[in-house]
């Protein structure tokens, strides 16, 4: 019922800077959340980069404050990742999640496809 399309992942020199960006469609009525998650190969879980609620708050992982910024366009239904002085270690597929409410009264929760990131030393 809530689709999530990523885009933006590349490859780019340490250093350098991606824009990360999502768009949820569907049978929308607000979004609560939306964040950005990424898993690296050999782990089982993605880690937590970033997210924000539908109020503006925000929280990052540790390893990318500092260095990434979270916003959103809530008219668009759309959550952006800027991602500057990439690390060889920030390569990982990156995935779009978001909490929505939808148009019947259920809540939604769900994933994109990913994105992939990779950062050359």
């Known amino acids: 019922q809530v689709q999530l399309l990523e885009s933006g992942g590349d490859l780019v020199q340490a250093g350098g800077s991606l824009r990360l960006s999502c768009v949820a469609s569907?049978?929308?009525?607000?979004?609560?959340?939306m964040g950005w998650y990424r898993q690296t190969p050999g782990k089982q879980r993605s880690e937590l980069v970033a997210?924000?609620?539908?109020?503006?708050?925000?929280n990052y992982a540790d390893s990318v404050k500092g260095r990434f910024t979270i916003s959103r366009d809530n008219a668009k239904n759309a959550v952006h990742l800027q991602m500057n002085s990439l690390k060889p270690e920030d390569t990982a597929v990156y995935f779009c999640?978001?909490?929505?409410?939808?148009?019947?009264?259920?809540?939604?929760?769900?994933w994109g496809l990913g994105t992939q990131v990779t950062v050359s030393s």
């Open positions: 997210e924000i609620t539908s109020g503006g708050g925000t």
């Open positions: 999640n978001a909490e929505a409410l939808i148009l019947d009264g259920s809540s939604w929760h769900g």
């Open positions: 569907g049978r929308i009525d607000s979004i609560k959340s």
